[in-house]
């Protein structure tokens, strides 16, 4: 009798990537599978069973109650620990393993490099923890490439379209694509050219008079000038690329 069972291919997966502030607030992220994506799931029900006392289980807590119970969870496990970006922290929460980088220690000062941002990796708990280690450093990286090395709550804010676009670079549907944090800021940037490539051309097919389209330009002015005060590495990046963009047009026409 031959034998037909196929093994899967060992292709690694996480539940959810998040990006925390210092407060354990999320930023960014993405639940995937059955993790606290629907309040039916094993893992949502556990959840209910062994959720904090500031919300009583009950009928009416919707999902965002549930992933907001075990991000404080979370928070109240690694806050004052800072990770560095190559040495991922590992802790339990809810029977998930979850690794992180990033943070600042309790009673750290703010200095000019890095930040308070965390980017962490949850994963089953049945999953190598270096392995989960391995993908948040590679992300931590990315980001931190991404950003200038100033990995705080503003700089992040102030650049979210790139660290959603990091993360779907980074993962898709909880399967990991690209853990080399190099090629994962690359790829993002390239991604950040083609939308603004995108919007060059919506604005010229605008009707005569109608306002160009600003998407992805928050912080810019009208055309090419800046409004007052400082910009960020990606508007920089943006404001490079517009004009760049005017001066092909300009010489083709």
Known sequence: MAFTSVIPPLLPKVDAILVLDGEGNRLAGKYYGDFLTSTTSSSSRAAMSTGDDSKPASAN?????????????????????????????VVTVMGKTAVFCGGMAMGASPSGVGGDVRVVHVGPNTESEL????????????????MGGQTDRNMVLDNLELVFLLIDEHCDGGVILEVDGAKLSSSVLLRDDEDMVADAGAGESAPQGAAPSTTGMRGMGNGFGMQGGDISIAQAFRQAKQQLIAGLQADGM
């Open 61 to 89: 807590v919707t999902v965002e109650d549930l992933r907001a119970s075990f991000e404080r969870q979370l928070q109240a496990k690694i806050q004052g620990i800072a990770a560095r970006s190559d040495a991922a922290e």
């Open 131 to 146: 392995l989960l280690a391995y993908l948040c450093e590679g992300m931590y990286d990315a980001l931190s490439n991404l």
